[in-house]
């Protein structure tokens, strides 16, 4: 009995231990049950970031937003809230600033009006900054392509991997500015109506890395445009051809011959110092050779002072021109008759007659022309037109062939006539037939033991010589009658000027001035060129040949002169 007792008390104390140790417990269960069940607000789904510059994009799905009305960002020991209003999209999106360039993690949650917050989220993101955009590399001018048109070259987009434009800006020869983009795919881009050596300014804009939403704008490169694509036209080759439609332009003692191209576009008082009309001269124009063949690109007109009479000033003029006058001359001063007589309306343009006394305009891309025709349509008086000076430029200039059938052998004594083995220079000579035909006769031939040598041309014309071409015999048949070593010699009026031998001293001595002096391949060419400094014009040339190949004598078959410059002879 005493057993059992002992085990009864201990059984109760052991329930009264365990009772007493679970009491706690019971009593947080029973106070959570009392205050509900826990509710957590709706979140965004889905977090992504976007980098920014010296910012975050935090990017979110809204299908699982509920009714909550805010986000809060944390992230070291910054906080921001972010309210949620207005229509809700399918996406979220928080743009965190004012962060400096390197990686973070955030904590997001939501919360509603009740004030329940929804489960924390992390997420990760960088941004970049001053360091990222110095590190990056502007789309690179290559150059300019300077032609027909005018282009400016880009290099390939991979050396920029996050340009994605670049602006530019240049001077145009308005006195603006012309803008433009380009695009990551674009090469090269058209400029248009460019100021040469004006300014072409560069701005890249880059995206702020891979996964970035902002444009960040690199610094400004400053860069200068080319050369024009055409040279000042040397205005003493410049000649009033006088065709029968023309308008002389020597009303009132005008002088155009003198004054319309000597370099001198001043304003003198005096009517002579240049080109007038007349009266009642509307429309009228007149022809000017210049010299060369080349592609207008821009005229400067000078005026009379408009401060002291602008009404013969023009207010619109046009330029034509043609490579050839033969056949061009026109009955009268209609537009319609020089485009069927083959004249090129080059540029047609209004000018400040009425303001300017100098007036300076470009002219597009053309064709190769050696004659122009200045056309004037409307002046401020509506009468007459005055000019003081006229000045072209062009692009790709080139010197005109000689017309060998003005071109002679003079024949001075000292001169080797060039008959040796029935060689027939006068007749084969200037023929145009560079070609070696077999013969000794159908060309020049000096004879053996004749080196040094020379003979004297009538050009016909004054010409600065530009260039001269020689037909030689062909090397394949026998080269050693081919020159090595030519010179070219110039004058202008033989009287006196006739030497005893082919000495050089003694060419100086009688007023011969040397115009080319060098070594030619008649070894091995039949056919070879070769050019002439720019120098004065002449009409007479002397060709010696100081060298051949064999040393004994020289043969040519036909000679080529390109001058610019070409006057005919007073």
Known sequence: MRTKLIKLGSLVFLLGLTLMACGG????????????EKIYAGKLDSLRTEIGYKRIKIIGDTRFLGNSKEVTVQWEDQSRVFKIEGDLKEEFEIIVDGLAEHSYEFKVFTKDPLGNKSVDQIIKGSTVGDLFRSSQIPRRLTGFDVAE??????????????????????????????KDTVYPDDSSILLTDWKPLGKFEIISAVSSGLMGFDTIYLDKIEKTLPEPPYDQLESSYFSMVGMPSDNPGTSYGGNPKQYLF???????????????SGENAIPHH?????????????ARLDLRDPNNYAGNNPTHVE?????????AETASSDAAEFEAKGWQLLHSTPVDGQNQQSVEFNIP??????????????????????????????????????????????????????TSYGGN????????????????????????????????????????????????RDPNNYAGNNPTMVELWGINDISGAETASSDAAEFEAKGWQLMYRGAI????NQIVEFDVASGPSFRYVRYRVTGTVAGSGAQLTEMTFFGVGIKPLP
């Open 25 to 36: 417990d019971m009593e947080s269960i029973h106070e959570e049950y009392l205050q509900g």
């Open 149 to 178: 048109e005018t282009y400016a070259n880009w290099a390939s987009k991979a050396e920029s991997e996050f340009v994605i434009f670049t602006q530019i800006a240049y001077d145009n020869n308005a006195g603006g500015i012309t």
């Open 262 to 276: 000597d370099g001198d576009g001043s304003w003198s008082g005096s009517d002579s110092h240049g080109y007038h």
């Open 286 to 298: 007149f022809t000017v050779d210049l010299g060369v063949t080349t592609r207008v690109r821009k």
């Open 319 to 327: 330029i034509w021109g043609i490579d050839d006058i033969t056949g």
């Open 365 to 418: 891309f053309g064709p190769m022309v050696r004659y122009i025709r200045y056309r004037v349509t409307s002046t401020v008086g509506g009468s007459g037109a005055q000019l003081t000076e006229l000045t072209f430029w062009g692009q790709d200039t080139q010197a005109l062939e000689l017309d060998k059938s003005s071109i002679i052998m003079v024949g001075m004594p000292s001169d080797n006539p060039g």
């Open 425 to 472: 220079p006068v007749q084969y000579l200037f023929d145009g037939d560079e070609s070696w035909s077999g013969s000794d006769s159908q060309g020049y031939h000096s004879g053996e033991n004749s080196i040094p040598h020379h003979f004297t041309l009538d050009l016909g014309v004054t010409a600065e010589i530009r260039k001269c071409r020689l037909g030689l």
């Open 521 to 524: 391949d008649g070894e091995n």
